[in-house]
């Protein structure tokens, strides 16, 4: 089972602004990558959290009650870890130890989709529950404080904003944290492109403006929240020929709309290059003429794939307990006891829910999983939802393409048994698919 732990001390941070003027500001991911300035960027505002390393936001995790309990209890470790794992890396490395942090705040509460109760459509929950889990709030705010408070589910964005004006607070549904994280640990320019990509697919429909108590619109969690189409912008033509002009949300879908085909035009760039590192392994890197296979390694988020290959090729990949630590696929070169060579790819963690937008967004990483000769798939036998997990990776594979050749041929390697004895089966039987292949 996962460990929980917890956070240290965050202060919270603002909203990004749309400003009035002509100058908009695209809803960026709180851990952006875009910076301010730059001829490609100057429509983007400053991010909801800190960036600060030392200082990562301190999140109120709400659980809705699931059965049987020790589901429940899997899925809020999960959601613990989540909140737990929101921290910009520095150097590509996280420099605290994610089991000295403290369990973070949380409260189970009610699931109406259990009940015969029906979702409420502008709160997901009821009047009693949201109540509930604002006491809960308000007893941590005497004492340490709340940042933001993350629910373990899914909310539209009318669900998410009225959360926000009753709680006081900003509001991350398990989409939203999940994008938060993977553009916090986004370290090399690959990861970075994809990570942005996505968090602008996903701000795309949540466009908000909130209009302060001092009558100026901002971000935060006081104040009138408006949907972005009220007013018309500059009109066109003279007189009474004039047009309305764009709207708010017109220009701000357009501008994100413009960036997106920036990235995907740079992301392109990244796939073609990855596109002729494959050709020329293949060409050049395997003996007689064979080419050099490669051995994808797949999984549930934190199951041990980066310590698998490090034990595997002899190596040190960093790995770390924070969930989707490695969002880049990083190659390893292994000679099995047969005296042949393929390279282990370690590719990004799957979960549970995983957004679309990250799907599509990494789908460039994602294809060393495509064109992988063999996939290995990791899982964590301690977790006590292990069949969630497994049925969770074969389904994002089926996603993303992976052929049912492939599916069928796949090794399931389970982790955190005896460790020798797991090693040598794997070697055994890539041996054995080696010489197939």
């Known amino acids: 089972m996962l460990r929980i732990l917890t956070w240290s001390r965050s202060s919270l941070r603002s909203r990004s602004q749309l400003s009035p003027s002509s100058s908009f500001s695209i809803l960026s991911s709180s851990y952006s990558t875009l910076n301010q ?11 909801v959290f800190s960036r600060d390393p030392s200082d990562p936001p301190r999140l109120f995790v709400v659980q809705p009650r699931l059965r049987p309990a020790t589901f429940l209890q899997a899925k809020l470790n999960e959601a613990l870890c989540l909140a737990n794992s929101l921290e910009e890396q520095r150097d590509g490395y996280f420099h605290s130890d994610f089991f000295d942090k403290e369990l973070p705040p949380h409260v189970v509460v009610q699931n109406p989709s259990l009940k015969s109760s029906k979702i409420r459509a502008d709160t997901y929950f009821g009047p009693g529950t949201v109540e509930n889990i604002k006491c809960h709030l308000n007893a941590l705010e005497s004492k340490d404080g709340v940042d933001a408070v993350f629910v373990n589910i899914i909310l ?3 669900q998410q904003r009225n959360l926000e004006r009753i709680l006081g607070k900003p509001v991350l549904d398990r989409v939203g944290l999940i994008i938060e994280i993977f553009n916090a640990h986004a370290h090399t320019k690959e990861a970075k492109l994809q990570a942005e990509l996505a968090a602008l697919m996903y701000k795309k429909s949540r466009l908000v ?10 971000f935060g969690a006081s104040g009138e929240v408006e949907v972005v189409s009220a007013r018309g912008r500059g009109s066109g033509g003279r007189g009474f020929i004039s047009g309305a002009g764009e709207t708010e949300l017109q220009l701000q879908r357009r501008r994100i709309l413009e960036r997106r085909n920036h990235l995907l035009s740079q992301i392109e760039e990244v796939r073609r290059t990855r596109a002729v590192q494959r050709a020329a392994r293949k060409k050049r890197g ?3 003429g064979r080419g050099l296979a490669t051995v994808a390694v797949v999984g549930y988020t934190n199951a041990g794939k ?3 290959i490090s034990a595997l090729s002899d190596s040190n990949l960093y790995s770390d307990a924070r969930l989707f630590a490695t969002l880049d696929a990083r190659l390893k070169s292994v000679v099995l006891p047969s005296g042949r060579k393929v390279l282990l790819s370690d590719t990004v963690g799957f979960i549970s829910d995983l957004p679309v937008q990250l799907v599509e967004a990494f789908h460039s990483t994602l294809e060393e999983v495509l064109e992988a000769n063999l996939l290995v798939h990791v899982i964590d036998c301690t977790a006590p939802n292990h069949d969630e997990h497994r049925s969770t990776v074969l389904q994002v594979l089926q996603q993303i393409g992976v ?3 492939k599916l069928q041929n796949m090794i399931e390697v389970w982790n955190k048994l005896q460790k020798m004895v797991r090693l040598k089966i794997l070697q055994e039987k890539i041996v054995m698919w080696h010489l197939s292949y």
């Open 37 to 47: 300035g730059s001829e490609d960027n100057q429509s983007t505002a400053g991010s």
């Open 156 to 158: 539209s964005g009318v």
């Open 209 to 218: 403006r909130v209009r302060g108590l001092d009558g100026r619109n901002t």
């Open 286 to 288: 395997g003996l007689d």
């Open 306 to 308: 980066s310590t698998l």
């Open 403 to 405: 052929s049912e050749e």
